[in-house]
């Protein structure tokens, strides 16, 4: 019954939180400009990881990637063969992921083709599901880089084209990189 009372007493003071909370601030976010094209894929009733994979194929100079959760095949190919082409890539895991059976696979596959991957340690759960693109496209939502994404759940994935909104996202990707540990330093 104690535990009723306090979900109780929290439940009810949310309002007041959210009456007090301070006023969103609107002039620390700077407007970015209406992105060049915006295209939207949802799973099951449609497939993702083509448009994924092209996307990836079709890069350039740099591909960044942000993931909770990685267990992709093909989009690891595809990151391989990006990188056999000489572009950037590199990537931030959630720390979990280093020891979760399906991502220590592709994390392992990707190490060995050296890639540059580093996990996110600073948070509880780093849930980033983020692609950037020759600092032009952004793949974002709640699809995960896994076979489950695509095949098992229901997922949303938007495909922006924006060169405003990527400089943000790179931003906010070197950020999480630059506090992010290699797998040899992430114990």
């Not at 497939?47 to 194929?57: F, G, M």
């Not at 909770?68 to 056999?84: G, M």
């Not at 948070?123 to 974002?140: E, P």
Request: net charge positive.
């Amino acid at each position: 019954m104690m535990a009723v009372g306090i979900f109780v007493a929290g439940f009810s003071s949310y309002p007041l939180l959210i009456q007090n909370a301070p006023p969103f601030p609107t002039a620390e976010i700077p407007a970015v400009s209406t992105p060049e094209s915006l295209h939207v894929c949802f799973t099951p009733n449609q497939s993702c990881l083509p448009k994924v994979v092209k996307y990836i194929n079709d890069a350039n100079l740099s591909i960044l990637l942000l993931g909770y959760s990685f267990t992709s095949k093909p989009i690891t190919q595809a990151l391989i063969e990006a990188k056999k082409r000489g572009v950037k890539v590199r990537i931030v895991l959630d720390y979990s992921q280093k020891t979760q059976k399906y991502s220590k696979e592709v994390i392992e596959i990707l190490l060995n083709e050296h890639m540059e991957v580093k996990f996110d340690h600073s948070v509880k759960i780093a849930h980033n599901k983020i692609l950037v693109i020759d600092n032009l496209y952004i793949l974002t939502g709640s699809y995960n880089w896994t076979h489950s994404a695509e095949f098992k759940n229901a997922e949303n994935l938007l495909f922006i084209k924006s060169r405003d909104v990527a400089k943000k996202y790179t931003e906010y990707f070197e950020e999480r990189w630059k506090i992010s540990k290699s797998i040899s330093n992430a114990k």
